[in-house]
């Protein structure tokens, strides 16, 4: 098994490439070790020290390193952890898999929320996994778009500027009642 890594925009994190499918839908954030219960593939990364963060999207891994932690010594490591995961035939999650989030809207909004939704699905997601993150809707009220950073972007240095220059800037050329992006922290 040859599993490839390729940096991200965030320079604590690491982008791990299985070349195998590592969620069949959606995508599962595991901020801390006290979160990857229901996960055998994060648990095992946890388990390597100097890991704080493990988020897994349908391709790919990302893996977040305590500051002081250099690559060099971690990254073997998780390599061994992610190729023992794939080789002992575990689930990558026990139970159902986590959804890529969706909060339901009603009311006077949920047009608004619809095409929000799907702009978001169709182009601000597929450019969010290339970093080896995700994004999350979380609500609309009153023109501000409530949005959760997600693996790689999560502490990412550019997250803010992705959010305020990218998204929003797109968000408000289709949809003009989208007066502001704020990030949400979960």
Known sequence: ???????TPNPATLKFLPGMTV???????FPEADSAAKSPLARRIFAVDGVTAVFLGTDFVTVTKKDGT??????????????????????????AAENAGHAAHDGPDSEIVGQI???????????VAQDGGDITFHGFDRGV????????????????LTLKM??????RHYIP????VRPVAV
């Not at 010594?73 to 998780?78: D, E, I, R, S, Y």
């Open 177 to 180: 009642e989208v007066v502001e």
């Open 70 to 95: 250099e690559w060099d010594h971690l990254k073997p490591a998780v390599l061994g952890a992610v190729m023992e995961h794939f080789q002992s035939g575990d689930a990558t999650l026990d139970g």
């Open 23 to 29: 969620l069949e839908s959606g995508t599962a954030d």
């Open 1 to 7: 098994m040859f599993i490839q890594t390729e940096s």
């Open 145 to 160: 778009v409530y949005l959760h950073m997600q693996g790689a972007c999560a502490g990412c240095p550019s997250s803010t």
């Open 117 to 127: 939704k799907e702009l978001l699905d169709t182009r601000v997601r597929p450019a």
């Open 166 to 171: 990218g998204i929003e800037n797109l968000l």
